[in-house]
Structures are given as structure tokens and as C-alpha cells.
């Protein structure tokens, strides 16, 4: 693992418990509905075999298992899946969560129906290489779902995060890092998502 991935892995495992405590809140209050009906909506069938990438303190699996699928959730932060972890009980819900890195899934080719990502994309090193193994693992007639801002241009500040500078300052080291924030979003994405089909 290189230095950028362990200074992500470190920034997400830091921020875990907040997160976790920051996603219960969203799953105990409107954000739930607004997000199982848009899944609803999106996804009539039922009973899916679907990969949560990047599940973070396990919002998606809460959400897509009360709706009858099979979720699959993957984090690089080991700390982030013990929120998720909590997360799934206190709905009486369950996922199959491991810890793995989005560039390297350890899953055989056409695995999955659905693959699914909040809040991910903008913190990868290598934005081209993840999408590419996210599509290797979908079915043949699979969707993508990735739920992602354009956050590459902006500077973080303790007042939007209410976190600790030092957390901040953190953020934005790494974000300006990475090569997805210098990218035009969502266009880039849609751009070389229909390159490679």
C-alpha cells in the first residue's frame, strides 16, 4: 500500500466514530425514506445481489437489505466497518461486510447485479482503474449507481465539517492530491464510464 492509500485509510479510520454516529442520525431520520424510496424507484426488483463500495458506517446496507436485496458492503477502513457493524444491528439488518480496497476487488469477474457508491469516488487515487474493476464484477446487463460530488475544486473548512482543523487540513492535502479532484464532474465520469461500456 502506498503512502497516499495509508494517509486515506488513516484519515477514514480517524473520522469513523463521528461518521458512524453522523450516519446513524441519517438512518434514524428523513434521510432513510427520501433514500429507500429513490432505491424503490430505481430499483423494482427484488432480492439482488448488490456490492456497496466504499460502505463507510453502512448506510446503503441498511437501506438496500430492508428493501429485500443481498448487500455486500467493502471498506479499506477497518474502523469504518465496526460502524457499520453497529449500524446493521440496530436495524436487525444483514450484510456481508469486508474490508478491501476499491481499486482491488477480491471478487470473481460478473459477481454482482448492482454496484453502488456514495460519497467514494472523490477520495480514490485512481479513479479510471476503480471503475474499471467495479465494472468487471457486474453481471453482463449489471448497473452502476455512484452517488458522488464535485468536490475536487472546493477547500473544506471546520465550519462545513465541524471537525478539528488538523482533520480539515488533512482532507484537503489529500483531496488536492488526487487526480479526480482536477476532473469536471459528473462529466468526466460519464465520459469514461461509456469508454469502457
Known amino acids: 500500500m502506498n503512502e497516499l492509500n495509508r494517509r486515506i485509510e488513516k484519515y477514514w479510520d480517524d473520522r469513523s466514530e463521528s461518521l458512524g454516529q453522523i450516519r446513524s442520525r441519517e438512518l434514524h431520520g ?4 427520501a433514500w ?5 424507484e430505481l430499483i ?3 432480492d439482488l445481489l448488490i456490492l456497496d463500495i466504499g460502505t463507510g458506517a453502512g448506510f446503503f446496507p441498511v437501506i438496500l437489505s430492508t428493501l429485500g436485496h443481498r448487500v455486500v458492503g467493502i471498506d479499506m477502513s477497518s474502523q469504518m466497518l465496526i460502524e457499520a457493524e453497529k449500524n446493521l444491528a440496530s436495524f436487525r439488518c444483514r450484510a ?8 482491488h476487488l477480491s471478487f470473481p469477474d460478473q459477481s454482482f447485479d448492482l454496484v453502488v457508491s456514495r460519497n467514494l469516488t472523490w ?3 485512481d479513479v479510471p482503474e476503480a ?3 467495479w465494472k468487471r464484477v457486474l453481471k453482463i446487463g449489471g448497473r452502476l449507481m455512484n452517488f458522488d460530488s464535485n468536490y475536487g475544486n472546493l477547500k473544506f473548512s471546520t465550519e462545513d465539517q465541524k471537525i478539528a482543523k488538523s482533520t480539515v487540513d ?3 492535502s489529500i483531496k488536492d492530491e488526487l487526480e479526480i479532484s482536477s476532473r469536471i464532474r459528473p462529466d468526466w465520469d460519464s465520459k469514461f464510464l461509456s469508454e469502457i461500456g
Open 131 to 133: 471503475y474499471r474493476e
Open 36 to 40: 429507500e424510496k429513490l432505491f424503490s
Open 30 to 33: 428523513k434521510n432513510f425514506s
Open 44 to 46: 423494482p426488483e427484488k
Open 123 to 125: 477520495t480514490l487515487p
Open 170 to 172: 488533512e482532507c484537503n
Open 96 to 103: 456481508e461486510l469486508q474490508q478491501m480496497n476499491a481499486h
